[in-house]
């Protein structure tokens, strides 16, 4: 009798390891949860897109975007316009010649913006291709060459639809891809 005691005695503690072990680990799985909860929802509120697009326009130095009576920015919808085909071209480079591969989209908005920039896109392609061609291999191997490479083709841009259209048209020059052998 006693030895049957002592084999419950015995199998009660071992219940009680496996609960509490049961109970460390759910509790555990909880905290977890609730701390990778916090890490990926909580934090700053994101910003809207109209914010982000006013800091755009005037971290650029690009004109403010045009405001309403009530002082609200006054914007378009923005869309892209996609080139039809990437720009291939060679750049010269000190130790070697390499062959660049740039696919562009153009950022307008509004759909009267975007009527422009398609109908005009022959012309546009022929001004990017006009600036990428005039670029060199050591320039556009860093990230910095790269940025420079989208303003000048920007402000070539903005140049040639002032020409044609009295506006601007294109916001942005988007490198969708690129690519240097």
Do not use: C, W
């Not at 609960?19 to 509120?45: C, D, K, N, R, S």
């Amino acid at each position: 009798m006693a030895d049957e005691e002592k084999e419950l005695e015995l199998d009660n503690s071992g219940k009680k390891k496996k609960l509490i072990i049961i109970i460390a680990i759910v509790a555990v799985l909880v905290l977890g949860g609730g701390g990778a909860y916090f890490f990926f929802m909580g934090g700053e509120p994101e910003a809207s897109q109209a914010q982000l697009d006013a800091a755009l326009d005037t971290d650029d130095g690009s004109s403010v975007a045009p405001t309403s009576s009530d002082g609200k920015a006054k914007m378009g919808t923005a869309l892209y316009v996609p080139m039809p085909r990437p720009f291939r071209f060679n750049v010269p480079g000190a130790a070697r010649d390499r062959f660049v591969e740039i696919r562009v989209q153009l950022l307008v908005r509004g759909n009267e913006n975007e009527e422009s920039a398609k109908k005009h896109i022959p012309l546009i392609e022929s001004t990017l291709l006009a600036v990428f061609s005039q670029s060199n291999a050591d320039d556009l191997a860093t990230s910095a060459g790269k940025t420079s490479l989208k303003q000048q083709a920007l402000s070539e841009v903005h140049k040639i639809m002032m020409d044609v259209e009295d506006d601007k048209v294109v916001e942005q020059v988007l490198f969708t891809g690129f690519v240097m052998q």
